[in-house]
């Protein structure tokens, strides 16, 4: 050690803050730079325990300053090793102003003095104050954090009439696809002598409409062809394949000896329609003379008979895939059941009973419930019953198509 330096000055004269505290944390000694940051006398700190010197703020609750610190002291005097501390908030209390707390951010080091027996005689704590430097970083940041809000303002703006202009686009799409839908559709009639219910449900979005149709023809006797499909897809494209398979069906059913020729015509013809692959279709002979039900199905929902005494018939016995499905013509199946005076046919596309991540077995459960409750009715209020109970109160994310007839 150098001879002739006068180390007590030197601690005194040093530039930056500094500290000496006894093993206990009772303050030693602190130099001029701290005695000026501290803003108190030097007899108001010699001889007293650190934190009762500096304490927290009782007013927050969330104050942490001297906690950290002591840790910090403590883990100087467990390892005999300097101990930096990170960045922290350690609020002081106003010079002359007691009860009044100033936030402050300070950088510091607590280093121990081992004496000749090798123990800790004292701790060093050489802390520096960065709170103008904190407040700038958080100005800048602040700065920064304004500047991004108004980019992100800006931008969801242009967004906002981004979609603004798409909804008005859809909007408008979705009034032509639905003239369209109205103009290919038949009109509620009698067919002969016979008068069916028919409804027509578009989907809530604004494309998701179009895909649905019906399709009822008088044939020769007292009989009737009823046709139902769905096609895979929506909007205007899905619109025109809709016309196109509903026109061919309904001729098929003025021609065919039955509702699977029927069907294996139309299969052949969606061959060649570009979007009608996957379709779906039901066809159906009502004949009045026989009592009798025709059916054969593509890959379609199946049709429901209400009998009489409130029980329902699922006519499933003639499925078979979706038009186009096979690579290959093959004979579609074709079933027969029997109807007395009173049964009502329900036919309807699958918006009406399939819900998202649910087995459509609970879809046909509630169907026939409802059916069940609404024997008595007649198919006008019959079929607006169903729509009632079945589609979901915000309209459904998918077409529904009905026809009820009572048989």
């Known amino acids: 050690m150098p001879a002739g330096i006068d180390y007590e000055a030197v601690f005194r004269a040093l530039p930056g803050a500094a500290m000496l505290l006894t093993p206990d944390l009772v303050i030693a000694d602190v130099n001029e730079a701290h005695l000026r940051l501290s803003g108190r006398p030097r007899n108001g700190q010699i001889g007293r325990p650190l934190f009762e010197v500096f304490p927290d703020n009782p007013a927050d609750p969330h104050a942490s300053g001297a906690r950290g610190l002591e840790a910090s002291l403590r883990r100087a005097l467990a390892t005999r090793a300097p101990d930096s501390m990170p960045l922290h908030r350690y609020d002081v209390q106003a010079p002359g102003r007691p009860g009044v ?19 800790v005689q004292l701790l060093v704590h050489r802390v520096e104050e960065v709170t103008e430097l904190v407040r700038a970083r958080r100005a800048e940041a602040g700065a920064e954090r304004e500047q991004m809000e108004a980019q992100l303002y800006s931008r969801a703006r242009e967004l906002q009439e981004i979609n603004e202009r798409l909804r008005r686009a859809q909007a408008r799409e979705r009034e032509v696809v639905l003239a369209l839908q109205e103009a290919m559709l038949p ?69 065919a000896p039955g509702p699977a020729r029927a069907l294996e015509t139309l299969g052949l013809y969606a061959r060649s329609v570009d979007g009608a692959e996957s379709a779906t279709a039901v066809q159906l002979t009502v004949d009045w003379t026989t009592c009798t039900v025709t059916y054969s199905s593509a890959g379609h929902p199946p049709p429901a008979l209400l009998h009489s005494d409130g029980t329902v018939e699922f006519l499933d016995r003639a499925t078979d895939p979706p038009l186009g499905a096979r690579p290959e013509h093959v004979p579609r199946p074709e079933a027969r059941t029997p109807f007395t005076e009173g049964t009502v046919l329900v036919v309807y596309t699958d918006g009406l009973i399939e819900r998202r991540r649910e087995d459509i077995d609970v879809g046909l459960g509630r169907l026939s419930d409802s059916l069940t409750r609404h024997r008595g009715a007649d198919a006008e209020t019959l079929a607006d019953a169903l729509l009632a109970e079945l589609l979901p109160p915000g309209g459904a994310t998918d077409d529904t198509a009905l026809v009820v007839i009572r048989l």
Not at 101 to 119: F, K, L, Q, T
């Open 101 to 119: 707390y100033e936030e402050r951010y300070w950088s510091a080091v607590n280093a121990p003095v081992i004496g000749p027996d090798g123990e």
């Open 187 to 255: 009109a509620p009639r009698p067919v002969g002598h016979h008068r069916a219910a028919v409804r027509y449900r578009p989907a809530i979005g604004a494309l998701n409409v179009c895909g649905d149709w019906y399709e009822l023809t008088d044939l020769p006797g007292d009989r009737m062809a009823v046709g139902v499909g769905d096609v895979v897809g929506h909007g205007l494209d899905a619109a025109g394949v809709m016309g196109q398979l509903r026109s061919a069906l309904g001729a098929a059913a003025l021609v």
